[in-house]
């Protein structure tokens, strides 16, 4: 129904919000990826989420495992150094949360950022609701490409017609001609990863976070300079 290399940026408006990884629509725009998406660096560390309250340390050890910093070193991999989500929560981290919290209340945006730090990263939070659409698309464009940064998305799962509350997961690459934006979702046993547009992704990280009392929003994540 939708030739993508025929339709152009025309079909923008006639595709789902949501299309997953294993449709045909979601194969013909993951055949189409660039060769610079930030996918070809995150895939080899993806990770699943341990807990159903572990996306956000899933989310961000994935990212943290594909930058170029110092990685601690877990006993079960020893004398291998990479981060896990055992070894994520550091004496430096769990002064700004604990596992415990997490495992009962997961993250917010601002303590997702806050432990990206503490674990040697470089990041820092948008919240979701003073993003338009075109602003979300402008800084996804170039976050998303080959340029040493990656993103983490706040959402609201119900926002994107799915099962579930607030999730943390990575976004992985920009698809212009349709307007759409890959999430690889660390809920792998739940969801399958999901190409979802501007428009929906804006919507969904624009939601009120309860724990924090804010929206939810993105964390971008870089080595330090």
Not at 11 to 39: E, F
Not at 96 to 113: D, S, Y
Request: charge should be negative; aromatic fraction near 10%; proline fraction near 5%.
């Amino acid at each position: 129904m939708f030739l993508l290399l025929a339709c152009g940026s025309a079909y923008a408006d006639v595709m789902p919000d949501v299309v997953y990884w294993d449709t045909p629509i979601g194969k013909q725009l993951r055949a189409h990826m660039s060769a610079d998406a930030d996918y070809w660096e995150l895939s080899p560390n993806f990770t699943a989420q341990v807990t159903q309250s572990y996306c956000s340390v899933a989310s961000a050890i994935t990212v943290l495992n594909s930058l170029p910093i110092a990685k601690p070193i877990d006993p079960r991999y020893a004398p291998y150094a990479y981060f896990t989500q055992s070894n994520y929560f550091s004496p430096l981290v769990s002064k700004v949360i604990g596992a415990e919290t997490v495992m009962q209340m997961g993250m917010t945006r601002e303590e997702m950022a806050a432990t990206l730090n503490a674990n040697g990263a470089l990041a820092h939070s948008i919240p979701g609701d003073i993003l338009s659409d075109d602003n979300l698309r402008t800084l996804l464009q170039k976050a998303l490409g080959d340029d040493g940064q990656f993103v983490l998305a706040n959402y609201l799962r119900a926002s994107l017609h799915q099962v579930g509350g607030g999730h943390w997961s990575v976004l992985a690459a920009y698809d212009a001609a349709s307007d759409h934006v890959l999430i690889l979702d660390v809920a792998k046993y739940k969801y399958p990863p999901a190409w979802v547009s501007i428009h929906s992704l804006r919507d969904a990280i624009a939601t009120l976070d309860s724990t924090s009392g804010k929206s939810r929003g993105l964390v971008l994540v870089s080595a330090p300079k």
